[in-house]
T-cell receptor, first 116, second 111 residues
Framework: GAGVSQSPSNKVTEKGKDVELRCDPISGHTALYWYRQRLGQGLEFLIY????????KSGLPSDRFSAERTGESVSTLTIQRTQQEDSAVYLC??????????????FGEGSRLTVL | SQKIEQNSEALNIQEGKTATLTCNYT??????LQWYRQDPGRGPVFLLLIRENEKEKRKERLKVTFDTTLKQSLFHITASQPADSATYLC??????????FGAGTTVTVRA
């Protein structure tokens, strides 16, 4: 597809279960971000991948959160032992980074996670 | 610490009027600043990018200014329409090349 694709669009899980969220960036985009957006709030940075560089994981809220990216392709965000405070929309964005600078971001529609 | 602050209050305006949104930042030295629009239940969509050496940028009914001395950007929607109702986010890149967003300002345009 032409845009950033995220799946699942909605996920309801029980507290304590693990979840995996997937992001397919735009082909050729070297930069990939994950953000979290709680209801009525702004975007909270989670993790940033840029090409083959080590990812910037400084925004991950706890060691229950991890993310991987296969080359410059698909990324997976995994949340282990989910808690109710993990309920949010998880947004993925990709960018055709020019030089060392990130250009405009193209966002997916997000994965809405509800932890019961 | 680095901060990006946008109008905390929602903006309600009459159709045809100009909406002005503010983005103030602290402890950033951005080469550029971006504005995005977010509709309910959707991902943000890029609107405009303004560089540090540009004072003003326009796109259709949108106008953005960037004052690096005041550390502020203003975002104007002129001749506003109900379809402009959305949340508008400003975004800055820090020295770590990570793009951070303000909390957003929600604009409602009344017909």
């Amino acid at each position: 597809g032409a845009g950033v694709s995220q799946s699942p669009s909605n996920k309801v899980t029980e507290k304590g279960k693990d979840v995996e969220l997937r992001c397919d960036p735009i082909s050729g985009h070297t930069a990939l971000y994950w953000y979290r957006q709680r209801l009525g709030q702004g975007l909270e940075f989670l993790i940033y991948f840029q090409g083959n560089s080590a990812p910037d994981k400084s925004g991950l809220p706890s060691d229950r959160f991890s993310a991987e990216r296969t080359g410059e392709s698909v990324s997976t965000l995994t949340i282990q032992r989910t808690q109710q405070e993990d309920s949010a929309v998880y947004l993925c964005a990709s960018s055709l980074a020019g030089g060392f600078r990130t250009g405009e971001l193209f966002f997916g529609e997000g994965s809405r996670l509800t932890v019961l | 610490s680095q901060k990006i602050e946008q109008n905390s209050e929602a903006l309600n305006i009459q159709e045809g009027k100009t909406a002005t949104l503010t983005c103030n930042y602290t402890n950033y030295s951005p080469a550029y600043l971006q504005w995005y629009r977010q509709d309910p239940g959707r991902g943000p969509v890029f609107l405009l990018l303004i560089r540090e050496n540009e004072k003003e940028k326009r796109k259709e009914r949108l106008k953005v200014t960037f004052d690096t001395t005041l550390k502020q950007s203003l975002f104007h929607i002129t001749a506003s329409q109900p379809a402009d109702s959305a949340t508008y986010l400003c975004a800055l890149e820090g020295n770590d090349y990570k793009l951070s967003f303000g909390a957003g300002t929600t604009v409602t345009v009344r017909a």
